[in-house]
């Protein structure tokens, strides 16, 4: 798959402004169905609600859109699979990330931080990843190329980060996913003495905080997770400002072979935040439960609100949007 290399600053937005509100529209819609199942057990009809209705308003976009990353392949899913084309047909030609539901188990179980997450990149701009594991690392902007790489241990990368900072590495707040995978990672980094951050699912809001360490607490982001998770992150941090690499886990033949017709040439490719995410790219995510990022859909007697963050990497600005909703 061939990437943008242009400088955003020194080219014209490809995408409209006004599309931002269009996606802002996208991702309320599909909180506010998953918001109908919080707490109720039952992960599928949450995820198959936000799904639809994702689904639904995106045909009202004006766009020539086509889903990169979605709920899985054609014969996996309904309805936003990878490949399928969405959008009322008379716009530009554009790649859509989505993943309606993040956090389905979070919902089903009303905890926080489930999030529904759209990406949209002029086409060509979003890398085409499949459904598998990607190992990740992320720190906030302001510090130079090369502080972090994949290749190194935890503990190295932290001790790098914090030279970038001028602080005592053991001051520097590693966030990773609280999975049995992570076990060897937890323990090298609490026997270093590095405080670690756990969260139960989310890693797309993990990613994110790593950026924003004022106000999360957050230095950086490790671990392994979704791929497509790992091309929205990327998006937002395109964005917003701040480092990170990815690689695909491609340990099977399947995997490899299901990258290679995907357009992965090389299976142990360290890509870049740029090589996930290029070009004029927008994001947004609404929140569906409360949470450090986002707050949840409110249910009012005659009135439902969301609320919404909304990003645009050729402008860099972050829009944080409180949407009121007549019932």
């Known amino acids: 798959m061939k990437l943008s290399k242009i400088d955003d600053s020194k080219r014209p937005a490809i995408l409209d402004r006004s599309f ?17 199942w919080r707490g109720k057990g039952d992960e599928k009809a949450a995820d198959a609600a ?31 699979y990878i490949g399928e084309e969405v959008g009322a047909g008379d716009g530009p030609e554009v790649d859509i990330a989505v993943d309606p539901l993040e956090g389905t188990t979070l919902c089903a179980k009303n905890q926080q931080d489930a999030i529904c ?4 990149a002029e086409r060509g701009g979003l890398l085409n990843a499949p459904d598998v594991y990607m ?15 994949l290749d190194w241990s935890a503990v190295d990368n932290v001790k790098s980060l914090a030279a970038a900072k001028g602080v005592p590495f053991t001051e520097i707040t590693a966030c990773v996913l609280d999975r049995p995978r992570h076990a060897a ?13 756990l969260i139960g699912d989310g890693d797309i809001a993990g990613v994110i905080h790593a950026t924003n360490t004022e106000e999360s607490g957050i230095d950086i982001y490790l671990g392994s997770g979704g791929a497509p998770e790992g091309v929205l992150a990327a998006a937002a941090l395109r964005c917003i400002g701040g480092q990170m690499q990815g690689r695909l886990i491609l ?19 360290k890509y870049s935040v740029n090589e996930l995410a290029s070009g004029d790219v927008l994001f947004a995510a609404t929140g569906v439960t409360d949470g450090s990022l986002l707050s949840g859909v409110r249910l009012k007697k005659n009135a439902i609100v969301t609320s919404t963050v909304v990003m645009r990497s050729w402008s860099r600005t972050v829009r944080w949007i409180t949407a009121q909703h007549a019932r």
């Open 20 to 36: 931002t509100l269009e996606l802002v529209r996208v991702t309320e819609r599909a909180a506010i169905a998953a918001a109908g």
């Open 50 to 80: 936000a799904v639809a209705a994702m689904r639904a308003e995106l045909e009202r976009v004006h766009i020539n859109g086509r889903i990169v990353i979605g709920e899985g392949e054609r014969d996996e899913a309904p309805m936003l």
């Open 117 to 120: 997450v759209l990406a949209m």
């Open 135 to 149: 190992t990740k690392i992320a720190i906030g902007a302001h510090y130079p190329l090369g502080t972090i790489d």
């Open 185 to 197: 990672l937890i323990e090298e980094l609490r026997v270093a003495a590095i405080p670690v951050k």
């Open 251 to 269: 340990d099977t033949a399947e995997k490899r072979e299901r990258a290679a017709r995907m357009g992965i040439a090389d299976p142990n490719r």
